[in-house]
Nanobody
Framework: EVQLVESGGGLVQPGGSLRLSCAAS????????MSWFRQAPAKAREGVAA???????AIIVSVEGRFTISRDNAKNTVYLQMNSLKPDDTAMYYC?????????????????WGQGTQVTVSS
């Protein structure tokens, strides 16, 4: 069974940090582009960061310089390091996977999705 399981979310103060993890099973993530999406209550789901099978990354402007996506293929896990968190970063964060190169931020291009982990940035 293919699964993506996110963890690491929680409540953090503005300026704080969190590291999200996405543990995959049932497939080998090294062959996939892995992405993080997020969805705030009043907004549509948006792509945040992606890393392709060669290690190239894409990141949205609003988090550039603060967030870093990485992968550990040996652990079949992808990470999102989030620093200097802002209240606007508050959202449910989802891990998604699609085989091959990065397809952009179209959600329908991703084969597998995790259940999400909540990130709340508040003082």
């Amino acid at each position: 069974e293919v699964q993506l399981v996110e963890s690491g979310g929680g409540l953090v103060q503005p300026g704080g940090s969190l590291r999200l993890s996405c543990a995959a099973s049932g497939f080998t993530t090294s062959n996939y582009t892995m992405s993080w999406f997020r969805q705030a209550p009043a907004k549509a789901r948006e792509g945040v960061a992606a890393i392709n099978p060669t290690g190239s990354t894409a990141i949205i402007v609003s988090v550039e310089g603060r967030f870093t996506i990485s992968r550990d293929n040996a652990k079949n896990t992808v990470y999102l390091q989030m620093n200097s968190l802002k209240p606007d970063d508050t959202a449910m964060y989802y891990c998604a996977a699609t085989r091959g190169p990065w397809p952009g931020w179209r959600t329908d291009r991703y084969n597998y999705w995790g259940q999400g982990t909540q990130v709340t940035v508040s003082s």
